[in-house]
């Protein structure tokens, strides 16, 4: 069984910075791609950014490329996404969530269906 535990949000200012990070625990999960998604209210839950098992390849949402970055650490199994210059539309619930899909390419690994484990989100709130 895996399981992914969120924490690091919270309320910051618009242009502040946060940072995100995801504990996993389970078999096999070190082998696994991990995700970023976000979810406001009133939305459907969008894609933010992913890492490959490795940590050598990741892949963005355009909506945060340049001002996010994701990374893992594999020793302590470990994800984290690098939030810098928030805006108020970065403003949601954001849900770390690993997948069986190895084999993927970053880029394929952009839609909620390709995950199998999600965490249960940790709240970002950015004030204009």
Known sequence: QVQLVESGGGLVQAGGSLRLSCAAS????????MG????????????VATVSWSGGSTYYADSVKGRFTISRDTDK????LQMNSLKPEDTAVYYCAASREYYRSSYQLTTDSRYDYWGQGTQVTVSS
Do not use: K, L
């Open 77 to 80: 199994n470990t994800v984290y």
């Open 26 to 33: 389970g078999r096999a999960v070190s082998s696994y791609p």
């Open 36 to 47: 970023w998604f976000r979810q406001a209210p009133g939305n459907e839950r969008e894609f």
